[in-house]
């Protein structure tokens, strides 16, 4: 089996299981996307069939020349019931790996991306005081499969928006980033306990371990005392604290967006007239260049961008965001952060955790026969990896 070659700047897309495989039954998200009376505008149901397409999607990508693909392996999926393990679903997720390998693509796995088994969130999720005894059941149960071609593995995704909206059993409203509530200290504290088990089973195993931060930024109104207090608390607790416990992983993962207006009163909406993205967020692809560096000062590991994009109908606006994205990034490299790559969030159009709307993908995907059109932004990802 080839090894990951060890220099290489990886150059990809990302993608999580619940957002693309479709029929996640044993989920915490399938159950409250079901719910009578669900908040969410959109059910997942076949989301954009990736359960059965994968071997489409790691084509489009190495097609485009890109060399990288982050995806999840869904908890559901593998432990359906608690201590009882699909060996027939670790063999799948096991195929994927390799045809990643086979097709020169590096696959970079994430173990947890924001959706539970049921049963796990109805023991009450990262607050039940055994919350990190199973996950790191789920790890070992995981790590057979990781072994040969894989190098990078991602613990959980944001645990910075996990610790402050818990499971989504505990959601009674869609929580956008200007309402969501802090990070709670318990949870974080589950998170990051969770989080080192997985890292020492991870690295027994030889393989390289860390995980992503959405490092959202917060902008303070200029010359506003309070508002600047305001805005350190608020990347303190919501990005900084999860950076310091990267300290000593082998990477982290950086996911950046956007940024967050914040005034006297807290965090609010953009001002008028600011120019936003299809799901409302200001269009900042300088997000990256400051996700970067704050990444690199906090944790001072080498950082993987493990998700930037933007959520718009116009191809165009995406291939102007990634440009300006990937510039920063430079800029970020050249005062001293080590980035060992970046993959775009994200490859299809999918499920974007309530709803079909916002688009991100460098795909689209026809929503009833699943066919994917490749978009100009997905061949311009490609020249990226050529360069
Ligand atoms: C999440 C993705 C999500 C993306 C865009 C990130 O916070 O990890 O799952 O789709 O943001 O909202």
Redesign the pocket.
């Known amino acids: 089996m080839a090894s990951p070659s060890a220099s290489k700047f990886l150059w990809g897309a990302?993608s999580?299981a619940h957002?693309t495989e479709g029929n996640n039954i044993n989920s915490d998200w399938w159950y409250a996307e079901n719910l009578e009376g669900a908040v969410f505008p959109d059910r997942s149901g076949d989301a954009v069939d990736g359960y059965h397409r994968w071997e489409e999607d790691i084509a489009l990508l190495a097609g485009a020349g890109l060399t990288a693909y982050r995806f999840s392996i869904e908890w559901a999926r593998i432990e359906p019931a608690p201590g009882k393990f699909s060996f027939a679903e670790l063999a799948h997720y096991r195929r994927i790996i390799d045809r990643c390998v086979e097709s020169g693509i590096e696959p970079v796995i994430t173990l947890h991306?924001?959706s539970h088994p049921r049963w796990f969130a109805e023991m009450g999720a990262w607050a039940h005081p055994e919350a990190v005894e199973h996950f790191a059941r789920y790890v070992e149960a995981v790590l057979p499969i990781l072994s040969g071609g894989v190098r990078y593995v991602v613990t959980i995704?944001?645990p910075n928006?996990l610790a402050s909206v818990g499971s989504v059993m505990s959601l009674t409203e869609l929580v956008a980033p200007t309402n969501m509530p802090e990070p709670q200290p318990a949870l974080l504290d589950a998170l990051a306990r969770a989080h080192k088990r997985a890292v020492e089973i991870l690295r027994d195993a030889g393989l390289q371990a860390g995980w992503?931060i959405?490092t959202r930024l917060f902008h303070p109104e200029p010359s506003d005392e309070t508002a600047a207090k305001n805005a350190e608390h608020l990347s303190q607790v919501f990005v900084k604290d999860f950076l310091e416990i990267a300290r000593g992983d082998d990477f982290v993962g950086v996911?950046a967006?956007t940024y967050v207006r914040v005034t006297a009163d807290g965090v609010a909406n953009p001002v008028e007239g600011t120019r936003v993205t299809k799901?409302g967020w200001p269009f900042y692809p300088e997000a990256l260049h400051y996700g970067a560096e704050l990444a690199h000062r906090v944790s001072g590991v080498p950082i993987l961008v493990t998700?930037n994009?933007v959520?718009t109908d116009d191809d165009t606006e995406r291939i102007e965001y990634m440009e300006q994205a990937i510039a920063g990034l430079r800029t970020a490299i050249d005062a001293g952060a080590k980035v060992r790559g970046y993959l775009h969030?994200?490859l299809l159009d999918?499920y974007?955790?309530g709803s079909y709307l916002?688009t991100?993908g460098l795909v689209a995907v026809d929503r009833q026969t699943f066919v994917r059109t490749p978009k100009p932004s997905l061949q311009r990802l490609g020249e990226f990896a050529r360069l």
């Open positions: 990302s999580a957002q991306h924001f995704n944001e928006t992503s959405n996911q967006y799901n998700e994009g959520a969030w994200t999918n974007e955790w916002p991100f």
